[in-house]
């Protein structure tokens, strides 16, 4: 099994391969015409990537790679300043080759792209502002699932600090009619039915002994919660192979077992409330790890300044602390939401990157960690793609 790292950074997708013994690493980049990149994913079928981002100057668009990285195109979704800069200075232009693009499908709608999933045959992209798009062919074509735009609570969803985007998307491999999103600062968002209708879903649970509305911690610094439901301001979102939903948000580690209709909160055990990425295990529907950060005012960096991904094997009913090989010092990186994620391997492979230009790997589910790229832009996505050779 060949394995390919995906970093999406301020300055493009950077590819870092190693073989099935995962020993050695090599990196290719970066590509995309130095977009930023908010989000790349794989088909390990046929090897193709995509690489979603964009921004005011760039416009947004999804870059695909047919060739494992050595050609990419892109499909612009919607036109930036550049082109209106070209338009306006046609003789500057021209004299570094440069005319305006032809008007795209989704000018004046979206800014930039911030999420991608595929499943049962269709792309997904996830836009700022909040939109849900999709591809049926490979990501040449777009079309807006025009459901999800036009839900009845759309007015009164309110952005995050980095406004108003659609940053995770989460299908079923067993049911191409259920999909799931996250929305920063909307919630989470289900539905049933391939699009045409949509659920929010934030309601908190108190079985088991959850945490009511009351004594969620920082749960009353979110004022826009409404009452018994764990907020609205999700960061990521994952699935286990048993139909578990984990979820990391800005007040804690939250589970539900009933598709996201209710929520538990497992935060209990973590250093801290806050935090962006969350990762599921492969196989095991029972093992998770999140990297919490010490605060949205406070810096967001790890917990006195010290690194460490928390692992829990029973579902987030209990927590351990892995950082061997992570700088337990002066460390005041920040990972964010799609920065971690996991390999196929035997042990599972886990990665994150950081916001300082590293990516650190643990081959052994978390026990111990070493740096296998270092010096990057920014880090904004990892992902992996691996395939059987």
């Known amino acids: 099994m060949d394995i390919t790292v995906l970093v999406g950074t301020t300055k493009g997708v950077f590819l870092l391969e190693s073989g099935p013994e995962r020993e050695s690493w090599s990196l290719r980049g970066p590509f995309c015409d130095g977009w930023g990149i908010n989000h790349v994913i794989g088909d390990p079928e046929s090897g193709r990537i995509w690489?979603?981002?964009?921004g005011q100057w760039t416009g947004a668009g999804v870059w695909r790679s047919e060739d494992h990285g050595?050609?990419?195109?892109?499909?612009?979704?919607?036109?930036?300043?550049?082109?209106?800069?070209i338009a306006a200075h046609p003789e500057e232009a021209a004299q570094f080759g440069m005319e305006p693009a032809p008007p795209a499908p989704f000018d004046g709608q979206v800014e930039a792209l911030w999420s991608l999933g595929q499943a049962h045959g269709v792309l997904y992209a996830g836009a700022?502002?909040?939109?849900?798009?999709?591809?049926?062919?490979?990501?040449?074509?777009?079309?807006?699932?025009?459901?999800?735009?036009?839900?009845?609570?759309?007015?009164?969803?309110?952005?995050?600090?980095?406004?108003?985007?659609?940053?995770t998307i989460v299908s079923d491999p067993e049911a191409a009619e259920r999909l799931w999103v996250g929305i920063s600062a909307?919630?989470?968002?289900?539905?049933?039915?391939?699009?045409?209708?949509?659920?929010?879903?934030?309601?908190?649970?108190?079985?088991?002994?959850?945490?009511?509305l009351a004594s969620h911690p920082g749960h009353s610094h979110d004022p826009l919660a409404e009452e018994g439901t764990i907020g609205f301001c999700v960061h990521n979102m994952g699935r286990a192979t048993d139909g578990t939903?984990?979820?990391?948000?800005?007040?804690?580690?939250?589970?539900?077992?009933?598709?996201?209709?209710s929520w538990r909160d497992v935060t209990a055990g973590l250093p801290s409330t806050f935090g962006f990425p969350i990762a599921v295990h492969p196989r095991d529907p029972q093992t998770i790890w999140t990297l919490p950060l010490n605060g949205d005012s406070i810096g967001r960096y790890p917990p006195e300044a010290s690194a460490a991904v928390w692992r829990s094997?029973?579902?987030?009913?209990?927590?351990?602390?892995?950082?061997?090989?992570?700088?337990?010092?002066?460390?005041?990186?920040?990972?964010?939401r799609q920065a971690m994620a996991t390999d196929r391997g035997t042990p599972a492979g886990v990665y994150f990157g950081t916001n300082s230009g590293s990516v650190f790997a643990s081959f052994d589910e978390g026990d111990s960690w070493n740096t296998i790229a270092e010096h990057l832009p920014t880090v904004l996505c990892v992902e992996v793609l691996d395939r059987s050779t």
């Open 51 to 54: 690489a979603a981002g964009g």
């Open 70 to 85: 050595a050609s990419w195109e892109v499909s612009q979704l919607a036109n930036g300043g550049a082109n209106d800069w």
């Open 128 to 167: 700022k502002p909040a939109t849900l798009l999709a591809s049926r062919d490979g990501g040449e074509s777009w079309e807006e699932v025009s459901g999800l735009c036009a839900h009845e609570t759309r007015e009164s969803w309110q952005p995050g600090a980095a406004g108003l985007v659609l940053h």
């Open 186 to 212: 909307a919630g989470v968002f289900a539905t049933e039915d391939g699009g045409a209708s949509w659920e929010r879903r934030v309601r908190l649970s108190n079985e088991g002994g959850g945490a009511d």
């Open 245 to 261: 939903l984990y979820q990391q948000n800005h007040h804690g580690v939250f589970r539900s077992a009933d598709g996201g209709r």
């Open 313 to 336: 094997r029973d579902g987030g009913e209990s927590w351990e602390k892995c950082q061997h090989g992570l700088p337990k010092k002066d460390c005041f990186f920040t990972v964010l």
